[in-house]
């Protein structure tokens, strides 16, 4: 099965710098990768996605970046806010279950 | 309503009780997930719907889970004979093409307790 693990479990960071937080999957046929972000009490929120067609996707302030030859995945914020605090998971999928990582804990301090 | 919606937002039960725990999936939503969360922990896939196919269940850990949904939107997961390590957050989400191909939205999940 799929195995998909997270570098960091936390990280800390200032407000205004770039966050970056890495994700390393197994299965060579995943195809679809997405990232979510998880406040306190909440589901977990859509951030981007990107698929195995491309190597980076940017949305407002985020940036995801793909490299299939070592099976590695990053999301790039770029001036974090404090409400950027939260626990980001990386999602797998080569069919239509998504297989999560652990989670970052991603701390932005003032 | 404007997104997927669960109840009860939290469970307490005794050791023994069975639990059901509800999703109502964003409206023409085909697609249909649940996750359980354990504390500090990733989401881990119990079952996926997809229209009328069968459902994937090959997640569900035991046979005291189960889980069906009614007329291809409402949601149910049942679990039986709770256990202490039943305790989790459990997630459901819904997306609107066949499988993880597109977005799936997640509810604010039922925080179950089994004591």
């Known amino acids: 099965g799929e195995s998909v693990g997270l570098h960091l479990p936390t990280l800390s960071v200032q407000e205004g710098d770039n966050s970056i937080i890495n994700c390393a999957y197994s299965n060579s046929a995943s195809d679809y990768f997405i990232w979510y972000k998880q406040e306190s009490g909440k589901g977990p929120q859509f951030i981007i996605d990107?698929?195995?067609?491309?190597d980076k996707r940017q949305g407002q302030r985020v940036t995801v970046l793909l490299n299939k030859t070592v099976k590695h995945l990053s999301l790039q914020i770029a001036a974090t806010q404090p409400g950027d605090s939260a626990v980001y998971f990386c999602a797998v999928s080569s069919g239509y279950a998504l297989n999560f990582g652990k989670g970052t804990s991603l701390l932005v301090t003032p | 309503g404007a997104g997927v919606s669960q109840s009860p937002s939290n469970k307490v039960t005794e050791k023994g009780k069975d639990v059901e725990l509800r999703c109502d999936p964003i409206s023409g939503h085909t697609a249909l997930y649940w996750y359980r969360q354990s504390l500090g922990q990733g989401l881990e896939f119990l079952i996926y719907?997809?229209?009328?196919?069968?459902?994937?269940k090959s997640g569900l850990p035991s046979d005291r889970f189960s889980a069906e949904r009614t007329g291809g939107s409402v949601s149910t997961l049942t679990i039986q004979r709770t256990q202490q390590e039943d305790s989790a957050v459990y997630l459901c989400?819904?997306?609107?093409?066949?499988?993880?191909?597109?977005?799936?939205?997640f509810g604010q999940g039922t925080r179950l307790t089994v004591v």
């Open positions: 990107i698929r195995s067609n491309m």
């Open positions: 989400a819904s997306s609107s093409l066949q499988g993880a191909r597109t977005e799936a939205f």
């Open positions: 719907f997809q229209g009328n196919s069968a459902p994937d």
